[in-house]
């Protein structure tokens, strides 16, 4: 199990926020763009995450950085409950 405080620690002194996401089985978010960097975490169940064309599927505890900018999109491929953390630069 991934520890979200650790991650969280990590996170805000690299300047990012983190919040934790919820997704059930086939939820899609579909062409995202932030204008600020964005972190994710898998903490548990299957993500995917297309950015700028290019799928990841990182596995819990894999960190993944999303350019401020780029067009991404998170889906939940698996048959379970996906959470995430994911935070912006502040």
Request: aromatic share 10%; net charge negative.
């Amino acid at each position: 199990m991934t520890d979200r405080q650790q991650i969280a620690a990590d996170w805000a002194a690299r300047g990012f926020s983190c919040d934790l996401w919820t997704d059930s089985p086939g939820q899609r978010w579909e062409d995202f763009t932030h204008a600020t960097d964005e972190l994710v975490t898998v903490l548990e169940g299957n993500m995917e995450f297309e950015v700028e064309g290019r799928v990841h599927r990182p596995q819990p505890g894999e960190e993944l950085l999303i350019p401020a900018g780029a067009l991404h999109s998170a889906r939940n491929i698996g048959s379970t409950t996906a959470r995430w953390l994911y935070g912006y630069r502040e």
